[in-house]
């Protein structure tokens, strides 16, 4: 496979999941570790993704100041964000994950809804300050300098203490028979603290990420109360998903 073939699938992989793994891509192109290691420092010279430990993560990802230029499939989002949007109503206690679509659910709220909100998204939380009718909670702890949101034990703790109306979440990857998965251990403990939180939880996710896993459990898929793409609820895409009870938007 030449260089720009590697190149091309590694910043469709990081667009897509927003961070990836070496060892992952490594597998995926059957090339090895330092090959893509050399790949990845590359792109990250052209400043086309940057370049963590062990893998890399999108700049649209790291630099909220960025997000209307670098974000993937920002107008899928923009879609889903909508439908999210609709589901509000004044008075209603939320949660509102990290992830480039939960901040683009942020963006959207309108500034006459009054909302509590919660989030231990810094990117989230800025945006939801300039929104006057909205009070907003932050969730403290470890700050994760790739997703810029609050992990550990400290967290999860708070989380434990409230109950949200709504918990709008992302997800790296969804099957409708695996469930919610992602590769980073401390944010799947999170996530799992974030449902446990909510009355009912709502999944922002573009459909290409249907029907993909990885190796660490978030949660079943009836876990989740409504599903929001940025297709027709109707569409067939969804069907797998349709037959496990989720309400899908």
């Known amino acids: 496979m030449l260089k720009e073939e590697r190149q091309h699938i590694i910043l469709n992989e990081v667009a897509l999941h927003n961070k990836v793994l070496l060892t992952d891509i490594a597998e995926m192109l059957d090339v090895s570790i330092d090959t893509v290691r050399r790949d990845v420092k590359e792109l990250d010279g ?14 649209g990802f790291t630099n909220s ?4 230029t670098n974000i ?10 909508a439908k999210a949007v609709g589901m509000l109503k004044d ?6 994950d990290g ?8 963006a959207q709220i309108p500034e006459n809804l009054n909302l509590t909100c919660f989030t231990l998204s810094l990117p989230v939380a800025m945006e939801l300050l300039a929104k006057p009718n909205v009070k907003v909670v932050f969730i403290g702890g470890e700050i994760s300098p790739d997703s810029q949101i609050s992990v550990g034990a400290s967290t999860i703790n708070q989380l434990s203490e409230i109950k949200v ?4 979440i992302g997800t790296g990857y969804v099957d409708s028979i ?9 944010i799947v403990q999170v996530k799992k603290a974030v449902i446990k939180a909510s009355k009912k939880t709502v999944l922002l996710c573009i459909s290409e990420k249907l029907n993909s896993q990885h190796r660490f459990k978030t949660c079943n898929i009836n876990a989740i109360n409504t599903l929001i793409t940025e297709l027709d609820p109707n569409n067939n895409l969804l069907n797998l998903f349709r037959n496990q009870e989720i309400h899908l938007l």
């Open 46 to 59: 052209e400043n086309k993704l940057r370049k963590v430990h062990g893998g890399a993560i999108s700049l």
């Open 65 to 68: 100041t960025v997000r209307n």
């Open 72 to 81: 993937y499939a920002q107008d899928k989002k923009e879609m889903i964000a």
């Open 91 to 96: 008075g209603d206690v939320i949660f509102i």
């Open 99 to 106: 992830g480039t679509t939960c901040l683009e659910l942020a």
């Open 165 to 168: 109306d709504y918990g709008f």
């Open 178 to 186: 695996y469930g919610l998965t992602e590769f980073d251990w401390n």
